[in-house]
């Protein structure tokens, strides 16, 4: 397992853009598939975005597509999520998470419980 740590939560009116930031602490991203969920209370961790470990092949999820960018920068070992046109039912908890894997196609691996490394969350409101 790596550890994971987010960034760039916050808050923001709808129509906005933010982007979220996700590296690994102390170890870089190796041949580590990555991913991007979401979380409001009472409910279960949703997936949003997936990249593979090369960046290219990205998967998503229907309620984001066209409005979301997943991208990794290996050189730097991050990841991003390019979050635009944000509504309010975009508020979460977003999680980034990681998956040592160079052949699991991203489409089967929407369950959060394909992903054994998590990071701790940031959370992203909007609202007017």
């Known amino acids: 397992q790596v550890q994971l740590v987010e960034s760039g939560g916050g808050l923001v009116q709808p129509g906005d853009s933010l982007r979220l930031s996700c590296a690994p602490s102390?170890?870089?991203?190796?041949?580590?598939?990555m991913g991007w969920f979401r979380q409001t209370p009472g409910k279960e961790r949703e997936f949003v975005a997936a990249?593979?470990?090369?960046?290219?092949?990205?998967y998503y999820a229907g309620s984001v597509k066209g409005r979301f960018t997943i991208s990794r920068d290996n050189a730097k070992n991050t990841v991003y999520l390019e979050m635009n046109s944000l509504k309010a039912e975009d508020t979460a908890v977003y999680y980034c998470?990681?998956?040592?894997?160079?052949?699991?196609?991203?489409?089967?691996?929407?369950?959060?419980?394909?992903?054994?490394?998590w990071g701790q969350g940031t959370q992203v409101t909007v609202s007017s």
């Open positions: 998470a990681a998956k040592m894997t160079a052949t699991q196609a991203l489409g089967t691996m929407q369950s959060p419980l394909d992903w054994p490394s």
């Open positions: 102390g170890r870089t991203f190796g041949t580590y598939a």
């Open positions: 990249i593979a470990w090369s960046g290219a092949s990205t």
